[in-house]
């Protein structure tokens, strides 16, 4: 399980959470939405844990409340599938360039996902 989730840092996961509209249509969740979906995590846990390069200061417990929030499960291969095959398509991550928090939010959260 570890070397599953690890293969998905927390920026990555943050970028990936969304909602799918209609078709391929999809939209960013905000950290707000991540935070009510995760059940149990504040704003603030949910943008430090973005900042996260690596799972490891993170707990188990608020691991699996910011996977939960961000609707991705590293033990489903269908999710883990979903995420392999966007990033191998050299993502532009479209979805967020549209999101009025692009620049304060998702933008250093990508930047750090690159940089790792």
Request: one cysteine or more; proline letters at 6%; a positive charge.
């Amino acid at each position: 399980m570890w070397e599953r989730l690890n293969e998905f840092p927390p920026p990555l996961v943050r970028c990936l959470a969304r909602e799918k509209l209609r078709g391929r249509a999809v939209r960013a969740l905000t950290d707000q939405e991540v935070a009510l979906a995760s059940g149990g995590l504040t704003t603030g846990d949910v943008r430090d844990i973005s900042k996260s390069k690596n799972w490891d200061e993170v707990t188990i417990k608020k691991a699996r409340l910011f996977c939960k929030g961000c609707m991705f499960d590293p033990l489903s291969a269908a999710d883990r599938n979903r995420a392999g095959a966007y990033m191998r398509t050299n993502p532009r991550f479209t979805f967020l360039r549209n999101h009025p928090h692009w620049e304060s939010t998702f933008l250093p959260l990508v930047k750090l996902y690159q940089d790792a």
